[in-house]
């Protein structure tokens, strides 16, 4: 069976942190292009934050506020987010595209999305 799951969102003070995680049942993510992305209210889903085997890629918005990585161990890929701001409040989602060698920050491709994590940044 199928599944991604996201966790680790919640409330957090402006300039804070938080890791998020993905976590994946029923196939491998070592082989595949994991993205991160998140939509606010009346907001158009964007990309956040995107690993494969072939590098990484992030947003301008996020760049050097964040850090992806896979733990291939525990088939689950983290997203640490730091210096959080309150136009970070989103709910994030973790999409998945098997046997991507190179990222993308843009929907098409994505095939697995995952249930989204709510992350809320107070002022």
């Known amino acids: 069976q199928l599944q991604i799951v996201e966790s680790g969102g919640g409330l957090v003070q402006s300039g804070g942190s938080l890791r998020l995680s993905c976590a994946a049942s029923?196939?491998?993510?070592?082989?595949?292009?994991i993205g991160w992305f998140r939509q606010a209210p009346g907001k158009e889903r964007e990309g956040v934050s995107c690993i494969s085997r072939g590098g990484v890629k992030n947003a301008d918005s996020v760049k050097g506020r964040v850090t992806v990585s896979l733990d291939n161990a525990k088939n689950t890929v983290f997203l640490q987010m730091d210096s959080l701001k309150p136009e970070d409040t989103a709910v994030y989602y973790c999409a998945v595209v098997p046997f991507r060698v190179f990222c993308v920050l843009t929907e098409s491709g994505y095939v697995y999305w995952g249930q989204g994590t709510q992350v809320t940044v107070s002022s």
């Open positions: 029923g196939f491998t993510l070592d082989s595949s292009a």
